[in-house]
């Protein structure tokens, strides 16, 4: 089946600093991923689409300039936390659509913990 | 617009106990359906998914039953187990359109020997 991996799987960092959350499909090709965050026992928010070759797209609420996407190829998306603080503490999750699979479905990885001290 | 309605949890259950946790839809037209399961520290795992009314998903003793009439989708398990214990999401997806997954607030699962 198809295979999505996140790196790194959790991370500490002090204030300030930024963190990058790299997102790869493994073994077949994504046009498009998702970045998702979530709190403990939430659900899953969804925070951006990410497209190979174009910006990304945020959903409402959600600071573009402090959460960095790029996905310049059709397995690699990162996200980039930029000058990180204490509330930006998560479980980050990405998904990866399969450019081939039927209905467009969606893999997801196995999430990254975040901690901002 | 679209969304989905949960039993909270937590469940807490017997081994080889029955187990239903509800799930309920809104949405425009007809949604695809979904059940995904997240262990302790991992991600989400696909673990059924119906495309239309009346289509029944199932895997690993798991099942649902896309009810149209009832816009529900809930999950069922005869008899659970130890291995069970997790958060379970409902999600709907929009067929087509821009077709991004609206999750449940998610069910934890606890179930003890």
């Known amino acids: 089946g198809a295979v999505v991996s996140q790196h790194p799987s959790w991370v500490i960092c002090k204030s300030g600093t930024s963190v990058k959350i790299e997102c790869r499909s493994l073994d077949f090709q994504a046009t498009t991923m998702f970045w998702y965050r979530q709190f403990p026992k939430q659900s899953l928010m969804l925070m951006a689409t990410?497209?190979?070759?174009?910006?990304?797209?945020?959903e409402q609420g959600v600071e573009k300039d402090k959460f960095l996407i790029n996905h310049a190829s059709l397995t690699l998306s990162t996200l980039t936390v930029t000058s990180a603080h204490p509330e930006d503490s998560s479980f980050y999750i990405c998904?990866?659509?399969?450019?081939?699979?039927?209905?467009?479905?969606?893999?997801f990885g196995p999430g990254t913990r975040l901690t901002v001290l | 617009g679209n969304s989905v309605t949960q039993m909270e949890g937590p469940v807490t259950l017997s081994e080889e106990a029955f187990l239903t946790i509800n799930c309920t839809y809104t949405a425009t037209g007809y949604p695809s359906l979904f059940w995904y399961v997240q262990y302790p520290g991992e991600g989400l795992q696909l673990l059924l998914k119906a495309t239309k009314a009346d289509d029944k998903g199932s895997n690993k003793g798991f099942e649902a039953t896309y009810r149209k009439e009832t816009t529900s989708f809930h999950l069922e398990k005869g008899s659970v187990q130890v291995s069970d214990s997790a958060v379970y999401f409902c999600a709907l997806r929009r067929v087509s359109g821009y077709s991004t997954l609206t999750f449940g607030k998610g069910t934890m699962l606890l179930v003890s020997p």
């Open positions: 998904s990866a659509r399969d450019n081939r699979a039927t209905y467009n479905e969606q893999f």
């Open positions: 990410s497209n190979e070759g174009s910006k990304a797209t945020y």
